[in-house]
């Protein structure tokens, strides 16, 4: 067991205290040129970003704790495609890369390990918004286009007051340009990349905002885009398959703004999009079928971006989204009313050959069994329906206040086959006649595991927050008082089930205040501080497939049923400030986290659990700084240092520590230290025409995938199986710390009076090969490798606006 002495704690209280230092001693270098700034505040004046963080619009520098703002020029200007990419600019924001549609966000550190396509039960950390409409759902976040987004927005800390569950880390909206009365505009853009030097990828987008009459307007989006595949895929007899992680996302969005008066207003909106995936970005160090120590088949060693499947892989994600969003005012107060209707359909088509050829192994089964194609078939079919009605105070006074309600309904269904034709015939030849069919408990034949997990999950809130000003002094206090309720179904069968016909109830309530407390110093510095509490709904594990388990595996794993709801408080005070052409926002931050709901690989019985840590924390500082040092010439600067641990042991009966969760190790998933900056140049280079170059380098500290990758580490992965010749006893040696990266990129472009763009950038300059994640099949006897970045991409964008 770790302990903290005081020395250590000392120790991080001076690390915590330099990197503030550094942070404010990057605004002071830069206040030399304040004076400058002052002399020419029309020139160099930054514009005022505004956001609707509180339910209600007030710029960056009024909101009353840390939020971070990409607007439509940052993400132009930037080249960035996905939340990926702008997640390493915004301090504290880390985004797990999964493949495409299959994003897992963390803010500051609150983070419980990597969730899997196999674990439907585990809910978000994160909240994701379109607008006032809930996306979020855990794993599968919803990889929303960024074409004609007015911005990101991320809130962090816990916002559960007024984003309910899923934002016990922090909140992240998607803000739309929204249609408007009485103006005609549009912008068409095209792009053509290189990805890693011999793949194409690129897109097609185009917007359009139409008056239909005075008191309607229609704006319509539309993009086609063309993902270039890095992954080869070595197969059977040699063959490499170039590039298989490919793929497409196409969709659109139309909304009409609908006034009839100055008291009504509708939006109704209707989002659809296809986004298709050919491969995963993952690279292999070892596989069952493909490593160094076979000798009756050939002798593979993996290399950079390589992978080796005996069957394609796919994924696909249809989404769709209704919602209508109304407002009306009443003189004193606006009542705003939310619907939104969501319905997906998410298949994962993953190569699963190692892991059943390894089970086949273990049985005993000739080698021919053993390499059976057998591709493993997750699909989640996704209805929610949510409503929000709130009503919030208009006006200048110094008394504010909203008040509102909550609810939604989920309906997931979430399916996992097994498909492997021909192991019936062997499962009957070596477990003797009948075994495949009595072990099948309804399901279809030649598929040794199917699973049947339907959801119904229900939550009710009401929420309000008040806030008063008095003088330079604003208090603002809230809540929320949610309900929850969930139904899950649990039908297992094959040979690899345990046959389970079960259903499993839980619920919860509980109530989350926030408290904050602002003050205006002088013109443009401002002091915050803030008390808050969050929350994640808990939920039920799926049973172990305990006929693949070692008896230890069993024993360690079997006992996580049900676990209960994750609540943190967030303790944090803060600085925004401006100067003429220097901003400078600062906060540091202390999270106290009880029932951490912890995910853990479940060893040989190819399962994974969550269970509840009884305490741990997170603390920090995060700083973001912009400058505009001369005319045409800024900087930015962001950056978080984070301390995330355990602060409690879970041990089995035997008084093992049970999956890395000791006191002091670090939480999963998050690094210590990430670090932004980017420089841009802009200057007229003829009339009409404004050029811009623009450069950023982005770090990103070493992480651990799970918790227990921080015990025997570097570890030696030894599968036990033989196989191909191979005795199954020569380890493979793997350091499960993931190391930190840089990425570099570099932007020009010609900004043009009438309306055309045209942007040149590469991308990760240096092609670093960033691993991003570690994957394991089967505790890593059936498979090992690691999920990785983007290399570098460089592409072209033309637009126009008109």
Not at 527 to 549: E, H, I, M, T, Y
Request: hydrophobic share 35%; with cysteine.
């Amino acid at each position: 067991m770790t302990i903290a002495t005081p020395r250590r704690r000392a120790r991080r209280t001076l690390l915590g205290a330099s990197a503030l230092s550094t942070i404010v001693g990057a605004a002071v270098l830069a206040v030399p040129t304040l004076a400058a700034a002052r002399q020419q505040a029309d020139q160099n004046a930054i514009e005022e970003i505004i956001v609707t963080a509180t339910k209600r619009d007030a710029t960056i520098q009024d909101i009353p704790f840390s939020i971070n703002a990409q607007t439509e020029k940052d993400i132009q200007r930037s080249g960035a495609v996905t939340l990926e990419d702008l997640s390493r600019n915004v301090a504290g924001l880390t985004i797990q890369n999964l493949g495409p549609g299959q994003s897992q966000v963390s803010v500051r550190g609150v983070s419980a390990g990597q969730v899997v396509r196999d674990q439907p039960g585990v809910k978000e950390q994160v909240g994701v918004y379109l607008d006032e409409s809930v996306i979020s759902l855990s794993l599968f976040t919803p990889d929303i286009d960024l074409f004609d987004l007015n911005r990101v927005e991320t809130l962090r800390g816990p916002q559960g007051t007024l984003f309910g569950s899923g934002s016990v880390g922090g909140t992240i909206r998607y803000i739309t340009n929204q249609p408007k009365l009485g103006v005609s505009q549009g912008t068409f853009e095209a792009n053509a990349n290189l990805v890693g030097g011999d793949s194409f990828g690129g897109h097609v987008k185009g917007a359009v905002n139409v008056p239909i009459s005075d008191k309607v307007a229609m704006r319509a989006v539309g993009y086609l885009t063309r993902y270039g595949g890095f992954v080869d895929a070595r197969k059977e007899g040699g063959k490499v398959d170039k590039n298989v992680n490919d793929g497409t996302r196409r969709g659109g969005r139309i909304a009409f703004l609908i006034q009839p008066n100055e008291t009504f207003s509708f939006t109704p909106r209707v989002v659809y999009q296809e986004i298709r995936a050919h491969g995963f970005n993952r690279q292999e160090s070892f596989n069952l079928f493909a490593n160094n120590n076979t000798t009756t088949r050939p002798k593979i060693q993996l290399g950079k971006r390589e992978q080796y499947l005996l069957l394609d892989e796919s994924f696909a994600d249809d989404t769709l989204l209704a919602d209508l969003t109304a407002n009306v005012n009443l003189g004193g107060a606006t009542l705003t009313s939310v619907t939104s209707y969501i319905n997906r359909d998410i298949a994962v088509n993953r190569d699963a050959s190692a892991l059943s050829g390894s089970v086949s192994v273990d049985l005993g089964f000739p080698a021919a069994a053993v390499l059976l194609p057998s591709k493993l078939v997750d699909t989640t079919d996704l209805e929610q329906f949510t409503q929000e009605l709130r009503l919030a105070s208009t006006g200048d006074g110094p008394f504010q206040w909203v008040i509102g309600g909550f609810y939604s309904k989920v309906d997931r269904v979430y399916n996992q086959r097994l498909p492997t034709p021909g192991y019936d015939a062997y499962t009957d030849a070596v477990l003797g006649a009948g075994t495949s069919a009595a072990v099948a408990n309804g399901f279809e034949a030649n598929s040794p595991y199917d699973a049947y997990l339907p959801y119904d999950i229900k939550q009710k809130a009401v929420f309000g927050e008040v806030n008063y000003t008095l003088g330079k002094l604003t208090a603002t206090a809230g809540g929320r008082y949610y309900d929850f309720s969930e139904t899950r179904q649990f039908k297992s069968g094959g040979l690899f089930a345990n046959g389970d016909n079960r259903t499993d109830k839980t619920s919860s309530d509980g109530f989350t205040p926030r408290f904050l407390l602002s003050y205006e110093a002088a013109d443009h510095v401002t002091f915050n501080a803030q008390a808050s509490k969050g929350f994640r709904l808990g939920g039920v594990n799926d049973p172990l497939n305990l006929p693949l388990c070692s008896a230890q595996d069993a024993a360690i794993f079997g006992g996580y049923q049900n676990y209960d709801d994750e609540t943190l408080w967030n303790y944090e005070g803060g600085v925004k400030s401006r100067f003429g052409g220097v901003t400078f926002n600062g906060a540091v931050f202390y999270t106290d986290i009880k029932n951490l709901q912890t995910t853990l690989d479940a060893g040989s019985c190819s399962s994974r659990v969550v269970f509840n840590v009884p305490k741990a924390h997170t603390k920090g500082i995060e700083g973001e700084l912009t400058a505009r040092l001369a005319s045409g010439l800024d900087i930015g600067l962001s950056g978080s240092l984070l301390e995330a641990e355990f602060d409690s042991t879970v041990k089995d009966g035997t008084g093992a520590v049970i999956g890395g969760i000791r006191e002091g190790n670090r939480l999963p998933s998050v690094p210590k230290f990430q670090v932004s900056f980017d420089v841009t140049y802009s200057r007229e280079v003829r009339d009409g025409v404004n050029g811009y170059l623009k450069a950023s380098v982005q770090h990103v500290g070493s992480r651990f995938t799970q918790a227990s990758d921080q015990e025997n580490n570097p570890r030696s992965f030894i599968s036990n199986l033989p196989f191909g010749g191979a005795t199954g006893l020569v380890p493979t040696v793997v350091d499960l710390k993931l190391p930190s990266y840089e990425i570099v990129n570099l932007s020009a472009g010609l900004e043009m009076a009438d309306g055309v763009d045209l942007t040149l950038y590469v991308n990760n300059l240096f092609d670093e090969n960033a691993l991003l994640s570690f994957d394991r099949e089967r505790g890593g006897r059936a498979r090992l490798g690691y999920s990785i970045g983007q290399p570098r991409t460089a592409g072209v964008t033309v637009r126009k606006s008109f």
